[in-house]
């Protein structure tokens, strides 16, 4: 029985709720299939806050991979797969006015860290009707970005992030759920055949 490990992210600026928390709510409501046990955590806005709770989840709990699921507020219905996390040019300030020392997410650490997960590959096989998906190699330097570079750094690139669109009539929590769980469920096939 594997462990894989979601989170979405809480509220800020305007969004009082956070698509990709919803989202990932949805998820586990649905879940993996039976040999999936799956975990669910909710981050807040921050930099360092949101660091120490992915060490943990790492360090403590070990799973076998990490999904971290984000709000992209310029994406109108837009899902975007990230293929990987950048280590410097945080500049902007999280939801308490800070941002990271040095700008970057860990001192010496590599520039960049790419997923194991082939987003391309994923992007090609998978489809969700109602919603474009499209892949991208910036996620953006801020609190996503920052999230997805620990975990890749911690779980030797077992992670993945996904940007979903805010809430909306078209896009509800529902609808975002279920598009997360065909998405998911293909990541973990390619991670599986990876392993055999």
């Known amino acids: 029985n594997h462990l894989s490990f979601f989170s979405g992210f809480g509220p800020f600026r305007q969004y009082r709720f956070n698509s990709s928390w919803e989202a990932v709510k949805e998820l586990s409501k649905r879940g993996l299939g039976e040999n999936i046990n799956l975990q669910i955590m909710q981050l807040p806005v921050v930099y360092q806050k949101a660091k120490e709770q ?3 989840i790492w360090t403590t709990l070990q799973p076998l991979f990490t999904v971290h699921v984000g709000l992209a507020s310029s994406a109108t219905a837009l899902i975007i797969l990230e293929q990987c996390g950048k280590n410097k040019g945080y500049q902007e300030r ?3 006015g800070f941002h990271p020392e040095g700008a970057c997410c860990v001192l010496d650490g590599p520039e960049k860290i790419e997923s194991t997960i082939n987003m391309k590959t994923l992007w ?3 489809s969700v009707e109602g919603i474009d998906i499209i892949l991208s190699r910036d996620a953006g330097r801020y609190i996503c970005d ?3 570079y620990t975990s890749l750094y911690y779980g030797n690139g077992r ?6 669109p805010p809430l909306s009539e078209s896009v509800t929590a529902e609808f975002l759920g279920k598009a997360l769980q065909t998405i998911i469920l293909a990541m973990l096939e390619q991670a599986g055949e990876q392993r055999e």
């Open 146 to 148: 920052y999230t997805y």
């Open 159 to 164: 992670a993945a992030f996904i940007h979903v």
């Open 54 to 56: 992915v060490c943990k």
């Open 94 to 96: 999280d939801a308490c």
């Open 124 to 126: 090609k096989n998978i």
